[in-house]
């Protein structure tokens, strides 16, 4: 482990993390870890969702605390209880899903969680001040809510080191950003930060990124240190083995895992990134059939137009085919009108302009359930939000959106619903007590199994898949790539909307890419690289 | 003659303004910090209740006025701590305790005397002659209050830390909580203030115009001050004049009759409710309103 | 980390509270309630005592007004009715997810147009008395539609909307009953016309069964308890129902799921004011006789806490708001014993408050209790029994 590295000169780490434990119940989130961060380092930490990632930085961000463990900075034990004294400590944190007030202006968002009087003027000069040092330039009176996911990651950074951190914690901070963005910001922590001998902990899952970003790197299993081991000394699917503890196979879960499968990852890797990866073997793309069958496409989008409430385009005219048996992968970074189009096509939202087509017929998109009926099955991106009621039971889950089918006149059928329940909770492997058991108490894959199962059932034209593996553990992803594959097989068109560049390039035979809510370019899986794809969703031609 | 009218008319609008200028102070606070106080209504009626019961104990309405003010913070004390602690629906809450304040207020005004208390008038030489708005200068001594209330809650708001950490709880708490704010507990606060202002509202209608406490005293006053808050589209400058224009129309009702006018006085103590709910349709869409208004927050929860 | 499947804290209490509550809390939940009803009552003692009356003298004449004997049934069962009424109708709009709290002001318009209709149409009893009750249904309807309009088309917020329509209502009828040309009485003889109407004619009031000191059953407590008994087998186990609480729960799901919310919710929103115009029908043809801007009489308020103490189940509303009805009943004889009858506003609030608290305070409790004992849901363990809550940090 880092600590009992022989220290030649005689330095102190920034941080040391020392035994950290922290159980729910008979659960063990954290398992005795131990974590050394040292100046000037970017320090990679690596796991599965569930692996204690998260707890652990909630110990050291004073947001939980431990059973066990110290912290220690500079050498001396720290006591943090709140979030206030882990900045007092010098710790800071650039959260996954910004913390800002969107009506609030920079300067307030800078200033908000500090203690003491506001000073608005110091506040700006201060904003103006770090954003020059690291190039992060931005109006302190701007609102943030005008502001775009870029700008905001910005105001995110600025805030946490205007506090002057001695170490930075970075959770997924690439999510929202576009792959030259992320280049920027490895750049901003490489250069400036890390030069200035604070010590970067970068949380991510794209093995790629720690690979290319990040001095070392240590890898969390089931709350336990796995691995720790300098960046340079390891390589990618070493990373993956030892985040999964067992051999994977990349062309079935180096996907799931966030291993790019090409054949030569360096060529077309954006230098900051390609630097750590290239040990990844070349596999050719899975066959896929392509039913290119002339005439009408299953889902057929026309000019979709649609604006928010604020007047933002969040899509524009957008056109999209997909054909009977095929999977079509809808690619962009996160925030360019994926959710709006999950969203549209779960018949949740109408846009201004535009049609929908299924299997050549226009659907009436202001009538709720009219896609569903035209035979479009949705895995919306959010299951809670709007696939799921989590206080109905899982029978009642199974069939809500048939309800005509299980009921009559004026009654339900319960006995039709239970035997339905029953048979779908048998074929798609649902673990569940009970058919009545409120679909709260299934775990998180499961919950996605009942939304799979009866949007299959309905045995739709179309199907639609929104982030499907989102905060799903490997298994489970590799169950809903073969089930995915599996519809595409039995002649089901599949739009998979992802965010995960592996994702798309393991499931997909074509990838539209989508860029500010229009479709910069398609691509065949096979001339897909990731450099092109990365221009296209920079919004540049391909 | 139409300058005498108008004086008496302006000067019984400001005396019925200010009970509702108190409690809209109060009210925009905790409306800002997100908590939409439906029992400003319970806290105004309690205040004016304490405030009697206890001026008319101690022999002293200025005692009784800050009693009114402490009865208000005890009722905000249970509201806050039942809605933004154990996080039961805040509306129920203000309704129990509107329910629980009228009833409570009337049993006890049955099983006590209470002898009249009522605070003095503060003249201000000179000023209190010039025509019309001389009226603003004769007024109960607490009025002058508002002077220093108005301003403040502005400051307290728009200026201090804690006011830019209670907008950003009204305006998206999850994101304040991972800031490091402590949401309910600021939530809480917002309501206390607003507890002793609305008591202050309800002590100066009783121990302030009145002199005396009687039955169902506010009378909905403090839903007018929530309209008073959604007229003017949580700000504070807004409200404030949405109170005035609602004091003005109770004032013109009251004078109508005696100034010969022919004005259908159902229609004047509706207007409020009415110029309300058509703001609310016109503004539905300004996004004026704080994001999180009324929505509870529980960590953890989306 | 995947989205935490914890429950709101504040579903516990409105929009399809209990709809599923695990059973492990139930108890703990009942026992909760139990110390709370207690500690209301002492608190209602207390106050008693403050008012130098006796506590058992209170019980005795509460009880004696309201079940002692079939007279002091028969006045508990008069004032259950309306307030049952209402809260069916509270049921079906926290159910749906809208929270109306404008029953007071929706049960005057239609008790107002009710009387319009008793007074002025002309024909056979049953007919009038039918056109009546169903106008006043449309009256309160039509009330809480203002709302749903409102919230449908513009968003407002549905619980401002309803609360300050009630005032307008207010002040609606005190326009119609001192207005000569629509409802102020006529008057008789030299005095002058009182803000009321004139009563509605013998041969339109509602029925009832049974003779005084007998039991006697109203039309109105017939109507109330068939509605009940429809209502909860239509939540239980209709189409609507399983919609209605879709829409509740999950209003995004709901959508996807083919349920407009603007008609679903808002025809929800018009059913509940229909309730409370229906109650305030049953009022006027059944005690009051007669248009009084206080006719109302605080039964919105209460049928509303009636339902938020049932917490929104139909089934449940019956016995509470026979409980309450009969604190009504009782309170005309505490004049007796000295104790204000408002004391029985005082012990709804507290009974209110007594059923409210404990299933949060329980949800809290248990939640701590399988925080030191409990699995949390991590997806990263697919072999690990699902977990009843995810860990809060």
Redo the contacts between chains.
Sequence with gaps: MSHDRARTDGSVPALELRGISKR????V?CDAVDLTVERGEVHGLLG????GK??LM?VLMG??SPDAGEIHRDGARVEVH???QA?GHGLGMV?QH???????TVW?NV????????DRDAVCADVEAVGARYGLTIDPTARVERLSAGERQRVELIKALRRDPKVLVLDEPTSVLTIAESAALFEVLRTSVAAEGRGVILISHKLAEITAATDVVTVLR?GRLAFHCRTADTSAPELARRMVGRDVSLQAEGAALGLVVTDDPAKHLSPVLAGGLSAVPAEPPAPQAPADVPGTAALALHGLRLAG??GRVLLDSLDLEVATGEIVALYGVEGNGQATLGDLL???IAPDAGEVHVAGRPVALD????L??AGVG?I?E?R??????????VA?NLV??D??RY?GR???RRAKIRAQAEELVERFAI???SIDA?L????????QRVVLARELSAEPTVLVAAQPT????V??IEDMFARLREAAASGVAVLLISTELEEVMALASRIAVISSGRITGVLDVADASPQRLGMLVGGEAA | MWLDDGGTVLSSALRLTAPLAFAACGEYLAERAGTLNISVEGMMLSGAFGAVAVGSATGSPTVGLVAGAVVGLLVALVHANLSHRIQINTFVVGLVINTLVLGLTSFLLQTMEFSRTQVGMLRIPGLADIPLVGVLFEQRWPFYLLLLVVPLTWFLVN???WG??L??VG??PQ??D????KVNLRRRQALMWCGVMSGLGGAYLSVGLVGSFNNNMTAGRGFIVIAAVIFGAWRLKGTLLGCFLFGAADALRLALPSLGVELNPQLLVAAPYLLALTVMVLMA?S?REP?ALSKPFERGL? | ???P?R?PLA?YVVG?AG??R?SADAWRTAGITVVCVLVACALAALLVAISGGSPTEVVDALVTGSVADSAGWSQTLVNAAPLLLVALGACIANRAGVFNIGQEGQLLIGAMLGCFVALRLQGPGWMVITVALVAAAAGGGAWSGISAAMYYTRGTNVVVTTLLLTFIAAQVVQFAVNSPSLLQETGIGNGPARPQSDAVPEYLRLASFGQYPDLTIGVGVILAVVATVVLAVLIA????G??L??LG??P?????????ASRLGGSALVLSGAFAGLAGGVILLGTVFRLQPAISNNFGWDGLLVALVARSRPGLALPVAVLFGGLRAGSSYLAATGVPDYLVDVVQALLVLAFVVPPVLSALWGRRI?????????????S?A???EE?P?
């Design positions: 729910y119940g008979p659960v989130a599965e969702n569930g692996a998260s707890t909630k947001l939980v709140t979030p206030q900045a959260h910004f913390s800002l007030i969107e009506p609030l307030e200033a908000l969680g500090e203690p003491g009087r506001i089931r409430p604020d779960s018949g949740l009538r709720p359930g009219a569903h009926e949705v919306p959010d809670h939000r709007s696939g799921v009621v989590l206080d109905m039971s009642d809500m959106t309800l005509r009921s004026l009654l339900m673990r569940t007590p409120p709260r108490t299934l775990s998180g894959g499961n919950q989102h905060g799903l553990d298994g489970a | 200026r201090t830390r830019l950490e907008r950003a305006e998206n994101a304040a991972v800031t490091g704010i869409r996004q994001r989306v | 980390m995947t989205a499947a429950r579903s399809n709809l599923r695990p186990r209709s189409r609507w399983f919609r609480n879709m729960l999950n995004m799901a709901a959508r996807h799921a083919g349920i407009r399988r925080n030191r004992s409990a699995v949390p849901d991590t997806p990263a363990r697919p690990a699902p977990a009843k860990v940090v």
